[in-house]
């Protein structure tokens, strides 16, 4: 415990925890909408177990750190590149993103029913929360690369991870609840997560595109919908207040 001692540590720390929040928008975001096709009684059970599920994955590979790190060994070559055993989860999950993002998108565009919101059962519920493990592991090799990099303490980064998962957990039902009541943020969302799916095939590939574009050119679209959003409100709040109006005319 001997950082506590050292103010480069608690830097670290919350340097740490705040980049930790902010690479786990995706995971995060992708939770939400798994866990919303499950019935409504499961859904905040789904989030609290997915975000767990989450924690402890990444603090499993911070413990198995020699492995991760060994993760960058190069196994084989395929035209001109070569491959390691990063860039193959990278690859896995970047297809998964891709196949479950668009199935989701059909699903809401085509208006089918989900089976789970229909049965409920545990074996959907655990389905479920396979998918979001599948996830959780390829989105945690990144944060852990991240922190090992930023900080040389592991009880450090076990901190920031724990720290960062709690305060996704507190945010985590506003946020599903916000994307689940606007159809065009969940699609935004799903067409977010299809772009991290191509960024992740990318890097699996070789090529390196900067997240960062990625998360700007979705901040700026969730802030023109926003816009869109309370324009609506403005125009229906408008439109009631003035049939509201021709009605009292009519009664006088």
Same mark, same amino acid.
């Given at each position: 415990?001997?950082?506590?001692? $050292?103010?480069?540590?608690?830097?670290?720390?919350? +340097?740490?925890?705040?980049?930790?929040? /902010?690479?786990?928008?995706?995971?995060?975001?992708?939770? &939400? %909408?798994?866990?919303? $096709?499950?019935?409504?009684? #499961?859904?905040?059970?789904?989030?609290?177990?997915?975000?767990? =599920?989450?924690?402890?994955?990444? %603090?499993?590979?911070?413990?198995?750190?020699?492995? /991760?790190?060994?993760?960058?060994?190069?196994?084989?070559?395929?035209?001109?590149?070569?491959?390691? *055993?990063?860039?193959?989860?990278?690859?896995?999950?970047?297809?998964?993103?891709?196949?479950?993002?668009?199935?989701?998108?059909?699903?809401?565009?085509?208006?089918?029913?989900?089976?789970?919101?229909?049965?409920?059962?545990?074996?959907?519920?655990?389905? +479920?929360?396979? #998918?979001?493990?599948?996830?959780?592991?390829?989105?945690?090799?990144?944060?852990?690369? +991240?922190? /090992? *990099?930023?900080?040389?303490?592991? #009880? /450090?980064?076990?901190?920031?991870?724990?720290?960062?998962? *709690?305060?996704?957990?507190?945010?985590?039902?506003?946020?599903?609840?916000?994307?689940?009541?606007?159809?065009?943020?969940?699609?935004?969302? =799903? &067409?977010f997560l299809i772009l991290v799916g191509v960024t =992740?095939?990318?890097?699996?590939?070789?090529?390196?595109?900067?997240?960062?574009?990625?998360?700007?050119?979705m901040a700026f679209s969730i802030s023109v919908e926003?816009? !869109? %959003?309370? =324009?609506?409100?403005?125009?229906a709040k408008a439109v009631h207040l003035h049939s509201?109006? !021709?009605?009292?005319?009519?009664?006088?």
């Amino acid at each position: 415990m001997e950082w506590i001692t $050292r103010p480069e540590a608690w830097i670290a720390l919350a +340097t740490l925890t705040a980049l930790e929040i /902010v690479l786990g928008i995706d995971n995060i975001i992708f939770l &939400s %909408i798994l866990a919303g $096709r499950l019935p409504k009684e #499961q859904q905040g059970k789904g989030r609290i177990i997915g975000l767990g =599920l989450a924690m402890m994955t990444r %603090i499993a590979l911070l413990l198995s750190i020699t492995w /991760v790190m060994g993760l960058k060994t190069e196994l084989f070559t395929l035209v001109s590149h070569t491959f390691s *055993g990063r860039d193959l989860i990278l690859l896995g999950g970047g297809l998964f993103l891709l196949a479950k993002s668009t199935q989701e998108i059909h699903q809401s565009l085509e208006g089918e029913e989900d089976a789970t919101k229909k049965g409920g059962s545990s074996s959907n519920f655990i389905f +479920t929360m396979l #998918q979001i493990a599948v996830i959780d592991i390829v989105f945690s090799l990144d944060s852990v690369i +991240t922190a /090992v *990099g930023l900080a040389k303490d592991v #009880q /450090v980064m076990i901190i920031a991870i724990i720290i960062s998962i *709690g305060i996704m957990m507190l945010g985590a039902k506003a946020i599903s609840d916000f994307v689940e009541a606007h159809p065009t943020i969940k699609m935004l969302a =799903l &067409s977010f997560l299809i772009l991290v799916g191509v960024t =992740l095939l990318a890097e699996g590939a070789g090529f390196e595109i900067p997240k960062g574009y990625i998360y700007f050119a979705m901040a700026f679209s969730i802030s023109v919908e926003m816009l !869109n %959003i309370r =324009l609506r409100k403005k125009a229906a709040k408008a439109v009631h207040l003035h049939s509201t109006m !021709n009605i009292d005319g009519e009664k006088a």
